[in-house]
DNA sequence: AACATGACAGGTC
DNA sequence: CGACCTGCCATGT
């Protein structure tokens, strides 16, 4: 099979570093990885997550706390299930910056 | 090679 | 806070 990216391999590794109880954003899991800017990677990467991988992609939420599945057809729902089972909280459909493993803090380089 | 897409983020209004 | 726009960059057609 051809050897996908290794970045999808990078991202999937820091993703299994999320505690758990905890949560991340796309972009976080981008900047850790080494790719500021590539939050949009991280979602291709989890959408192409091969089933029966140990990868805790619920964890990865957007920058507004909030999980970026579409409601409709149960995406949304199955995700939410999965987090609060591991004892994350939703406020309002959003989860408190007290959850996050890693501060949101932003890079700047520019 | 050109163009469209996306499980995003940041800034503006 | 929400709606909109712009920047990003690997992928797929």
């Not at 949304?76 to 309002?92: A, C, D, M, P, T």
Request: aromatic share 10%.
């Amino acid at each position: 099979m051809k050897r996908q990216s290794d970045l999808y391999g990078t991202i999937w590794k820091i993703v299994r570093r999320i505690p758990k109880g905890k949560v991340a954003t796309y972009g976080g899991v981008a900047r850790l990885c080494g790719f500021p800017r590539h939050a949009r990677l991280v979602g291709y990467a989890l959408h192409n997550l091969p089933h029966g991988v140990d990868v805790p992609w619920q964890r990865v939420i957007n920058s507004q706390g909030k999980i970026s599945l579409p409601r409709s057809n149960g995406q949304y729902q199955r995700q939410k299930s999965l987090l609060e089972s591991e004892g994350i909280v939703f406020v309002r459909d959003r989860v408190p910056l007290r959850l996050y493993a890693w501060s949101g803090k932003k890079v700047r380089p520019k």
